[in-house]
């Protein structure tokens, strides 16, 4: 057989060292022609298909990162030819995951495929490896549940990982989501019960992944579940510990604006619906056993063990999916916003909690009122359900978001619940002033431009320009900024400030990648294998990447990659290859698999 | 009228310093928190999009750029890192080279080679002309009087005929700028009374850049830095200027310390070399905002200052305690960098003396020319509200 390669890019970064490359090409049997075209080439096929007549090929191999862009032109130079245009191979180097310390071994492995015209996942994938049918998911944001509901309901084993006391992650914390305004809640909470009650997955919350080994398709992992000190098949949730529990904490779920019991439930929907003791503030635990310990005697289903003790065990699983989500970034080290300073500057999901009808306050939005902390005797800010309403609030878009100092990138959400917060904010006050300062508005998405529209013609006050400062004047709230519509500097007195705060990385993410051998994109979420070919995948087959832990998205976007990656798995799982993208095979088996099955 | 645009304009800016003005997003924080602007000069953010539109015509009629005392604030504040500052900076060294009718400013902003290659001949020539007057006469070892190395009257003639001819070109294009400011970029018709009545602004402004105290950065510095350092040093400068065009006779009689004169000589000499070791070394430890991006006519510019200043100390020096010959080299090379330095002035950063106030002058003719035509609409119709 003669072959020819031909070596072309469609983008300029040249990841890989072609010297050595063509090299080995040169080298493998049948190959008669090499010639390297470049990025981008304009290729013609009439003038091409003079070069494949003079060198008569029988094959053509087209080598490079997405060489598939090229083949029409290649297949049809063929055919003018005289030769097989369905002989025109590709040797897709960043599709097979040739990127990174082993690129250019793993290009040759791709490159020898494509010469014998051998499908590279079928020669690199050791063959009939078995692949354990169970996933792990980590993280039980929305994500993660759609994941474990996908697989679970195609009758695959699903151990859920969540890292606090219930799933739900943030979409949990919400009153509405844009641009709909359904009900977070309705949409969220039957999905979180069908994960607590399905037979095939098995939820372990307040948990934590400790430790991978193992190759795709078989791994083994340890997990740690720390004491919940409740038993989560007779707990009853009654609530009768929390009341009596002495102790009071900042409630995380909440976002810091409420507090909570040291033995709590996040919040009454949580999935598992059971109490869980806080070791870190619980009086009992913290003094050995020597004070406290009310709640023990107040459950009337003694299911309360405070001397319980972490559990490690180590599950078996065929491949792994991560599906950590975000945080928010910290508004205290962003100065000219006087978040942390002014009482009444809260952040997104602080506002979140306020607006929540579950919440603090019911769901009224107010301004924090004063009150003395009888046992500090301090001064605190808090939010009460019989406090003020605001009746100017700001809300400020791009907070340390497409900021060189802060996060250079869009969040991407920020826009879009901020118009929600105004809506909300005047659904719920009417006469309220509501001023949005905004740089772009990213309304991308579907409904998304209507509903910004939607939100101006309701009387919200959009002004161009990010406001520069909020400062305190005679002990009003000034923000400053210049509109820029207008072109004038302009003050606005509010009595509310909502920062729109971005989003960065779970706390975590940095260990779970060094635990699972995984990259992190430069702005520190985790790289997928390829943007837009293959966006839930990693360059480690068998790990896969699942909403917002991937880069900024809204849950519509989250929701179909939680389906997304169960997809992946199943394929894996189904066709019992083991996974997509990374061979452990050494290049000379890839190439005797390669021609072995090319014969067969 | 349609304004038309330039879409080099920003390439050519670049070569003044205007490096990151595409980052700019306009979120108008720079503007928010600029203490200078106000509802008629509002900046940077807007001189940042003229800029990245290419408006031309807007930038050169513009007062803003000289409203920007860089006091760093705006570019601190910057989400994008676009330095608006820096872009106010690099229009006044546009603009210089714009107001200038020789072009000779452009040359030297747009090349540093140019600019230094000139200081450089100019420094020679000035060398060759000194020795060549010595092969007919002058000693190396007179210092003072008729007989002197470099005898005070001929240079005293020098420095006024060459001050002379250079004040001339400022003075010109002092003219172009109040042309192109005022009749182009004026969109009101001004009374001349309204230049009388803020007449004022230019002394009040030329001695004491008191807007320069009113910055953010200013007022936090404590010491009023730079407000007071850059006032010694201008303060020092025209005393000096003064001095040395009008009394130069007196500065270089000696051997012994003429006090009347030289007293003002060590409180000018004292401003002076604080100033340039205050500026060269913000710009050489580069902390704040306005000392990042050193264009190659900043450092031509203290350097050339701090090499007058240290040579007229020593030549002082020197001529003081009996050393004729060393004080006569030194006097030599002083001359060296003051001609080409004086030679500089109308095409150089340091035009911003003249400049600078005009503009803070224009800027207040404006303002009022415009709240005079308000209150004559007014009063030919009673109904018409301002906006
Ligand atoms: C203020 C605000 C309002 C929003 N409003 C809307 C809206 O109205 N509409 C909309 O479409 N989108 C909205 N979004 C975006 C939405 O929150 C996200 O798209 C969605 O929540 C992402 O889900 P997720 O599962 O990827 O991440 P998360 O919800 O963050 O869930 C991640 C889960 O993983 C857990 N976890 C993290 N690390 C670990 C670990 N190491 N081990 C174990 N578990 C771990 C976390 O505890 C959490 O439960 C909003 C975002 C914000 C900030
Ligand atoms: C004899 C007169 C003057 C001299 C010698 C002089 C000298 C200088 C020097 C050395 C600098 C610092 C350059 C650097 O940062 O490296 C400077 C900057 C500055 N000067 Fe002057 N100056 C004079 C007059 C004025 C006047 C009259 C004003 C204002 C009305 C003014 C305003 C400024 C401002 C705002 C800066 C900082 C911003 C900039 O560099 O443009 N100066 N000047
Ligand atoms: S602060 Fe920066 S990005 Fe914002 S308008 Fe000013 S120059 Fe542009
Ligand atoms: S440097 Fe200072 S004076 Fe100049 S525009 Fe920026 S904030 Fe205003």
Redesign the pocket.
């Given at each position: 057989m003669r072959i020819g390669v031909f070596f072309c890019q469609v983008d300029q970064e040249k990841l890989i060292n072609l010297d050595q490359i063509i090299k080995y090409a040169d080298n493998l049997p049948g190959v008669v022609y090499t010639r390297i075209f470049g990025v981008k080439p304009k290729l013609n096929p009439e003038e091409l298909s003079i070069l494949l007549k003079e060198y008569a090929f029988e094959r053509i191999v087209i080598a490079g990162d997405s060489p598939g862009y090229f083949k029409p032109v290649f297949a049809k130079a063929m055919a003018l030819a005289g030769g097989n245009p369905h002989e025109v191979q590709l040797a897709s180097f960043r599709e097979h995951g040739a990127r990174g310390e082993e690129a250019v071994e793993r290009a040759k492995g791709i490159l020898a495929c494509a010469s014998y015209a051998v499908p590279y996942s079928l020669a690199a994938i050791p063959k009939g490896a078995p692949v354990h049918p169970s996933t792990l998911i980590i993280g039980g944001g929305v994500a993660g549940i759609q994941a474990a509901l996908e697989l679970a309901d195609a009758g695959k084993p699903v151990y859920l990982v969540e890292r606090t006391g219930t799933i739900g992650g943030h979409m949990a914390m919400f009153d509405k989501t844009f641009p709909t305004l359904d009900c977070a809640a309705c949409i969220l909470t039957p999905k979180m019960v069908a994960v607590g009650q399905h037979d095939m997955i098995r939820l372990l919350t307040n948990a934590a992944v400790e430790g991978v080994s193992g190759i795709p398709g078989s791994y083994k992992v340890k997990v740690r579940t720390r004491a919940r000190c409740v038993d989560l098949t007779s707990c009853i949730s009654c609530g009768l510990c929390s009341e009596v529990c002495p102790v009071k904490v900042i409630s995380e779920f909440d976002a810091g604006i409420s507090q909570r019991k040291a033995i709590y439930i996040p919040f009454p929907q949580a999935v598992p619906n059971v109490y869980m003791v806080d070791a870190d503030h619980c009086t009992y635990i913290q003094s050995d056993g020597k004070k406290c310990g009310v709640c023990l005697k107040k459950c009337p289903k003694e299911c309360i063990n405070l001397n319980e003790s972490d559990l490690v065990e180590e599950i078996e699983v065929g491949n792994i999916i991560l599906a950590t989500g975000y945080d928010i970034l910290d508004a205290s080290i962003i100065p000219q916003y006087g978040y942390g300073i002014y009482p009444n500057v809260i952040t997104a999901i602080e506002f979140e909690r306020l607006t929540n009808a579950s919440g603090t306050t019911g769901g009224k939005i107010v301004t924090k009122t004063m009150q003395v902390n009888k046992r500090t005797g301090e001064k605190e800010w808090i939010f009460d359900s019989t406090g003020p309403s605001p009746k100017n609030v700001a809300i400020i878009h791009c907070v340390g978001s497409r900021d060189k100092k802060y996060n250079g990138y869009c969040s991407r959400v920020c826009c879009m619940y901020s118009l929600k917060f105004s809506h909300l904010v005047k659904e719920k006050i009417p006469e309220v002033n509501c001023y949005e300062f905004y740089i772009d508005m990213r309304a991308f998405g579907k409904g998304y431009e209507e509903f910004a529209e939607r939100i101006r013609e309701e009387g919200t006050f959009v002004v161009r320009g990010r406001s520069a400062t909020v400062s305190m004047d005679n002990g009003n709230m000034v923000v400053k900024g210049e509109d820029i519509v207008q072109d004038k500097v302009v003050e606005f007195p509010v009595d509310l400030v909502v920062l729109a705060v971005g989003l960065v990385p779970a706390k975590g993410t940095v260990e779970l990648c060094t635990l699972l051998g995984l990259t992190r994109d430069p702005d520190g979420w985790f790289s997928e294998l390829d943007y837009n070919g293959n966006p839930t995948d990693t360059e480690r087959g068998g790990i896969y990447v699942a909403g917002m832990c991937q880069g900024p998205k809204d849950i519509p976007d989250t929701v179909a990659q939680g389906s997304a990656v169960a997809a992946g798995v199943l394929r894996s799982i189904t066709s019992g290859r083991g996974i997509g993208h990374h061979s452990n095979l050494m290049l000379s088996e890839i190439e005797a698999r390669a021609k072995s099955i090319h014969t067969f | 009228m349609a304004i038309r645009v330039n879409p080099r304009l920003i390439e050519d800016l670049n070569r003044f310093g205007a490096a990151d003005v595409q980052m700019c997003y306009h979120c108008g924080d720079c503007s928010a928190v600029c203490v200078h602007t106000d509802d008629m000069f509002r900046f940077p953010r807007k001189s940042m999009r003229q800029l990245q539109m290419g408006l031309e015509k807007r930038l050169d009629t513009a007062l803003e750029p000289w409203l920007c005392?860089?006091c760093g604030q705006c570019s601190d504040q910057c989400p994008r890192e676009a330095h608006p500052g820096e872009t106010m900076?690099s229009l006044?060294r546009w603009l210089i080279n714009r107001y200038d009718i020789t072009g000779i400013a452009g040359k030297f902003f747009r090349s540093v080679q140019t600019e230094v290659w000139t200081v450089i001949i100019m420094g020679l020539l000035t060398a060759l002309a000194a020795l060549g007057y010595h092969l007919f006469s002058g000693s190396i070892y007179v210092v003072d009087g008729p007989d002197a190395f470099l005898p005070s009257h001929i240079v005293h003639m020098f420095d006024i005929a060459l001050g002379s001819v250079l004040g001339i070109i400022l003075l010109l294009n002092a003219l172009h700028m109040w042309s192109l400011t005022m009749k182009e970029g004026g969109e009101a018709s001004i009374p001349w009374w309204l230049y009388i009545k803020s007449i004022l602004q230019l002394p009040l402004?030329?001695f004491t850049?008191k807007?320069?105290a009113e910055c953010i950065t200013t007022k936090k510095s404590g010491l009023y830095m730079?407000w007071i350092i850059?006032l010694g040093?201008?303060w020092g400068?025209?005393t000096m200027?003064v001095l040395v065009m009008v009394f130069l006779p007196y500065l270089q009689k000696g051997p012994e310390i003429f006090w009347p004169a030289h007293i003002f000589g060590y409180l000018a000499s004292i401003g002076l070399l604080t100033?340039?070791f205050y500026?060269i070394r913000?710009?050489l430890i580069r902390k704040y905002a306005?000392?990042h991006k050193?264009h190659s006519t900043?450092w031509v510019?203290?350097i050339l200052?701090a090499l007058i200043t240290i040579t007229g100390i020593l030549q002082h020096i020197f001529h003081r305690t009996g050393l004729p010959v060393a004080a006569n080299i030194t006097y030599l090379l002083h001359l060296m960098v003051v001609v080409p330095w004086l030679l500089r002035m109308p095409f150089s950063?340091?035009a911003?003396?003249v400049y600078?106030?005009l503009a803070?002058y224009f800027a207040a003719v404006r303002k009022n020319a415009y709240a005079w035509q308000e209150k004559k609409q007014r009063s030919f119709s009673p109904d018409l509200q301002p906006i």
């Open positions: - | 005392y860089y900076m006044r402004h030329f850049q807007r320069y730079p850059h040093l201008m400068y025209v200027l100033g340039v500026f913000s710009r306005q000392y050193s900043d510019f203290v200052l950063k340091w911003h003396l600078r106030p803070m």
